[in-house]
C-alpha cells in the first residue's frame, strides 16, 4: 500500500515533519529510520549519558580524509536511533541571528528571512530552558564571572530572549540554553517532544525502525518512493503518492541521493553508478563549526551539571559584524581524545575549554569512493584551509583568551595546573600547531545539498525545498543550510522540519 508521503530519516528534522503532516488524519505518512527506538532506552533518553552514546552501536561514526592543516583522526558522530542527533548530542538550543539568516537570503534562500524562521522557532515543542539552577555547578558559576571580567563581556541570563525578536547578541557568557526537563534530567529531544506523544495513537502514521534507505524510486523525473533494508536483510519497496521527503542529515542525504544516481554525473561514472539526475552541487559546501582544547588539571569537582558542558562563551574580535565570531565551551570532564594521541598525559579530574569558530571560511566536500553501500563516504572537511587564516587566527585568540580567563578569580583556584598544550607553549606559532592538531568538531555538519537561487548552478533545492529538476522530492534537514548559523544549529534544524511541514502541505 503506498503512502502519501515517505520521509527518509527520523532524526531531528524527519520527527517534526512526521508529526505535522500527520496532523491531518487524512494524511498518511512512513517514517524511516535506520537505527531503532529510543523509547525507553535510559542510554539515550538521560542527557548525561551523552558521552558514552558516542563510537558505539548507535553511531555511524563518520571518519575524515586526512587534513594536511589539522586532525586527520576526527570521528563525526552520527546517531543510529530515532531522533537523529537530538537523542545524542548536547542538545544545546540557540535560535539563528538574523544576520545569519540575511546571509541565507543573500545566498539565494528568499523566504528565509528573520521574521519568517523565528516565527517557526516560536512553534518548536521541545522545552528549551536555560540550565536549571539545580543543575549548575559552581566551578561554571565563577568559570562565568572570571570570563565576563577576563573577556569584558556581559553574563546573559537566557541566550535566546536576546535573540527571538531581535537580531542576537554580540557577546556574552552565561549557562547554555539546552533542551530538556530540569526534573528528570531526560531529553527533549525530536523525537520525544514529536513522535513519543503520538506514537500508536494516529493511525496514519507509520513507524519503520531498523530499516535503511538504499535506492530511491525514480519514474520519469518523478520520486516514487524508497527501495529499503531492513535488519533482516530483507529488500522491500516503500511507495509514496505524492512526495518523498529526505531528512537524513548532511551526510546521509547527498550519500542516499548519489547511491540512487542523483549528483555530479562524472563522479557517478568514475565509480560506476549508473547517472539518472545530474546535479553537481550534491556533496559540495561541506560545513562545520571546528574547535581546539585547553585543559588544566583539577581535584574532584562538585557533581552537578546537565550534561558536563553546561557553559557558553561568546566573543566579537571583528567590530565590523555584530554576531560574535568566537565561541567557547566548558567542559567538566578530561577530554582527551586528542591530546592523548599527541602525548599529552590523561588527568583523572580535568576542565577543559574549547573555542570554536561559529563562521568558518572552509568549504569540504563528500563524495563516494564505490558503489557499494556499505562502504562509508569521503569527508573532507579542509579544516583550516581558507586562504586569509581566519580559522587559525580565531583558534590562536580562543587559547588566549582561554588563559586569561583562568587566570581570573573566582576560576583560577579551582585549577592545579595547565596540561595541554602547556605554559611552554606561548607563540602565535606554537599555539597554531597545537590547536590545530588537537583540533576536534562541535559535531555539526551541514550544507551538502544546499538551498539556492534558480540560476545556481551549485544548488540542489530550490528555497522550497524541492530538489532541482525532479518532481516529488524534497529535502529538510541541515544539508540544506546555504551557511552554518553561528551558534549550535540545532533549533535551525527543527525550525527547517517545521517550515518544511508547511511547504509541503501548501504544495500539494
Same mark, same amino acid.
Request: charged letters at 25%.
Given at each position: 500500500?503506498?503512502?502519501?508521503?515517505?520521509?527518509? /530519516?527520523?532524526?531531528?528534522?524527519?520527527?517534526?515533519?512526521? &508529526?505535522?503532516?500527520?496532523?491531518?488524519?487524512?494524511?498518511?505518512?512512513?517514517?524511516?529510520?535506520?537505527?531503532?527506538?529510543?523509547?525507553?532506552?535510559?542510554?539515550?533518553?538521560?542527557?548525561? &549519558?551523552?558521552?558514552?552514546?558516542?563510537?558505539?552501536?548507535?553511531?555511524?561514526?563518520?571518519?575524515?580524509?586526512?587534513?594536511?592543516?589539522?586532525?586527520?583522526?576526527?570521528?563525526?558522530?552520527?546517531?543510529?536511533?530515532?531522533?537523529?542527533?537530538?537523542?545524542? &548530542?548536547?542538545?544545546?538550543?540557540?535560535? %539563528?541571528?538574523?544576520?545569519?539568516?540575511?546571509d541565507?537570503?543573500?545566498?539565494?534562500?528568499?523566504?528565509?528571512? =528573520?521574521?519568517?524562521?523565528?516565527?517557526?522557532?516560536?512553534?518548536?515543542?521541545? =522545552?528549551?530552558?536555560?540550565?536549571?539552577?539545580?543543575?549548575?555547578?559552581?566551578?561554571?558559576?565563577?568559570?562565568?564571572?572570571?570570563?565576563?571580567?577576563?573577556?569584558?563581556?556581559?553574563?546573559i541570563?537566557d541566550?535566546?530572549?536576546e535573540?527571538?525578536?531581535?537580531?542576537?547578541?554580540?557577546?556574552?557568557?552565561?549557562?547554555?540554553?539546552?533542551?530538556?526537563?530540569?526534573y528528570?534530567?531526560?531529553?527533549?529531544?525530536?523525537?520525544?517532544?514529536?513522535?513519543?506523544?503520538?506514537?500508536?495513537?494516529?493511525? &496514519?502514521?507509520?513507524?519503520?525502525?531498523?530499516?535503511?534507505?538504499?535506492?530511491?524510486?525514480?519514474?520519469?523525473?518523478?520520486?516514487?518512493?524508497?527501495?529499503v533494508?531492513?535488519?533482516?536483510?530483507?529488500?522491500?519497496?516503500?511507495?509514496?503518492?505524492?512526495?518523498?521527503?529526505?531528512?537524513?542529515?548532511?551526510?546521509?542525504?547527498?550519500?542516499?541521493?548519489?547511491?540512487?544516481?542523483?549528483? %555530479?554525473?562524472?563522479?557517478?561514472?568514475?565509480? /560506476?553508478?549508473?547517472?539518472?539526475?545530474?546535479l553537481?552541487?550534491?556533496?559540495?559546501?561541506?560545513?562545520?563549526?571546528?574547535?581546539?582544547?585547553?585543559?588544566?588539571e583539577?581535584?574532584?569537582?562538585?557533581?552537578?551539571?546537565?550534561?558536563?558542558?553546561?557553559? /557558553?562563551?561568546?566573543?566579537?574580535?571583528?567590530?565590523?559584524? %555584530?554576531?560574535?565570531?568566537?565561541?567557547?565551551?566548558?567542559?567538566?570532564?578530561?577530554?582527551?581524545?586528542?591530546?592523548?594521541?599527541? /602525548?599529552?598525559?590523561?588527568?583523572?579530574?580535568?576542565?577543559?575549554?574549547?573555542?570554536?569558530?561559529?563562521?568558518?571560511?572552509?568549504?569540504?566536500?563528500?563524495?563516494?569512493?564505490?558503489?557499494?553501500?556499505?562502504?562509508?563516504?569521503?569527508?573532507?572537511?579542509?579544516?583550516?584551509?581558507?586562504?586569509?587564516?581566519?580559522?587559525?587566527?580565531?583558534?590562536?585568540?580562543?587559547?588566549?583568551?582561554?588563559?586569561?580567563?583562568?587566570?581570573?578569580?573566582?576560576?583560577?583556584?579551582?585549577?592545579?595546573?595547565?596540561?595541554?598544550?602547556?605554559?611552554?607553549?606561548?607563540t602565535?606559532?606554537?599555539?597554531?600547531?597545537?590547536?590545530?592538531?588537537?583540533?576536534?568538531?562541535?559535531?555539526?555538519?551541514?550544507?551538502?545539498?544546499?538551498?539556492?537561487?534558480?540560476?545556481d548552478?551549485?544548488?540542489?533545492?530550490?528555497?522550497?525545498?524541492?530538489?532541482?529538476?525532479?518532481?516529488?522530492?524534497?529535502?529538510?534537514?541541515?544539508?540544506v543550510?546555504?551557511?552554518?548559523?553561528?551558534?549550535?544549529?540545532?533549533?535551525?534544524?527543527?525550525?527547517?522540519?517545521?517550515?518544511?511541514?508547511?511547504?509541503?502541505?501548501?504544495d500539494?
Open positions: 500500500m503506498p503512502y502519501d508521503y515517505v520521509i527518509v /530519516g527520523g532524526g531531528t528534522a524527519g520527527c517534526v515533519v512526521a &508529526n505535522r503532516l500527520t496532523e491531518d488524519p487524512g494524511t498518511t505518512v512512513c517514517l524511516i529510520e535506520g537505527g531503532p527506538s529510543d523509547v525507553g532506552d535510559e542510554r539515550v533518553l538521560k542527557l548525561r &549519558n551523552w558521552l558514552d552514546v558516542l563510537g558505539g552501536e548507535l553511531d555511524y561514526d563518520y571518519p575524515t580524509v586526512e587534513q594536511p592543516h589539522g586532525n586527520s583522526h576526527i570521528r563525526h558522530a552520527r546517531a543510529r536511533v530515532l531522533g537523529g542527533c537530538s537523542s545524542h &548530542n548536547t542538545l544545546i538550543s540557540f535560535r %539563528p541571528f538574523a544576520e545569519d539568516l540575511a541565507w537570503e543573500a545566498a539565494g534562500a528568499t523566504g528565509w528571512d =528573520n521574521a519568517t524562521v523565528q516565527s517557526y522557532c516560536d512553534r518548536i515543542k521541545c =522545552n528549551i530552558v536555560p540550565v536549571a539552577p539545580k543543575d549548575r555547578n559552581p566551578i561554571v558559576e565563577d568559570w562565568i564571572q572570571a570570563s565576563a571580567r577576563a573577556a569584558g563581556v556581559p553574563v541570563r541566550f535566546n530572549a535573540t527571538s525578536h531581535g537580531g542576537g547578541f554580540s557577546d556574552g557568557v552565561g549557562f547554555l540554553p539546552v533542551a530538556y526537563d530540569p528528570t534530567g531526560y531529553r527533549s529531544s525530536a523525537s520525544v517532544a514529536y513522535l513519543h506523544p503520538v506514537l500508536g495513537v494516529r493511525e &496514519n502514521l507509520t513507524l519503520l525502525t531498523e530499516t535503511r534507505a538504499a535506492n530511491l524510486l525514480l519514474e520519469g523525473g518523478r520520486a516514487t518512493g524508497a527501495e533494508l531492513t535488519s533482516s536483510g530483507q529488500r522491500r519497496t516503500v511507495r509514496a503518492d505524492r512526495e518523498v521527503v529526505l531528512c537524513a542529515g548532511a551526510i546521509d542525504t547527498p550519500r542516499l541521493l548519489l547511491h540512487s544516481g542523483i549528483g %555530479p554525473a562524472r563522479e557517478l561514472r568514475d565509480v /560506476g553508478i549508473e547517472v539518472r539526475h545530474d553537481p552541487g550534491v556533496g559540495e559546501n561541506l560545513l562545520d563549526h571546528p574547535e581546539s582544547i585547553i585543559m588544566w583539577t581535584d574532584p569537582l562538585p557533581d552537578a551539571t546537565v550534561m558536563d558542558s553546561d557553559g /557558553g562563551l561568546f566573543v566579537r574580535r571583528d567590530t565590523g559584524d %555584530p554576531r560574535p565570531d568566537l565561541m567557547f565551551h566548558i567542559y567538566l570532564v578530561p577530554f582527551t581524545e586528542n591530546t592523548e594521541r599527541l /602525548g599529552y598525559p590523561v588527568p583523572e579530574h580535568a576542565i577543559c575549554m574549547t573555542p570554536n569558530i561559529p563562521r568558518s571560511r572552509a568549504r569540504g566536500k563528500l563524495w563516494l569512493t564505490s558503489a557499494d553501500p556499505s562502504v562509508k563516504p569521503a569527508l573532507d572537511f579542509r579544516y583550516f584551509t581558507d586562504p586569509a587564516g581566519h580559522d587559525a587566527r580565531t583558534i590562536v585568540d580562543g587559547l588566549k583568551i582561554a588563559r586569561e580567563i583562568a587566570a581570573t578569580e573566582p576560576f583560577t583556584s579551582w585549577l592545579k595546573r595547565e596540561v595541554a598544550p602547556g605554559p611552554g607553549v606561548t602565535d606559532e606554537g599555539l597554531s600547531e597545537f590547536g590545530r592538531r588537537a583540533a576536534h568538531t562541535v559535531y555539526h555538519p551541514a550544507g551538502t545539498c544546499r538551498m539556492g537561487a534558480e540560476d548552478d551549485l544548488a540542489v533545492v530550490d528555497p522550497r525545498l524541492r530538489v532541482r529538476g525532479l518532481s516529488g522530492l524534497r529535502i529538510a534537514d541541515a544539508s543550510f546555504p551557511t552554518l548559523p553561528t551558534p549550535n544549529p540545532m533549533v535551525t534544524v527543527l525550525a527547517t522540519g517545521e517550515r518544511a511541514a508547511d511547504l509541503i502541505r501548501d500539494r
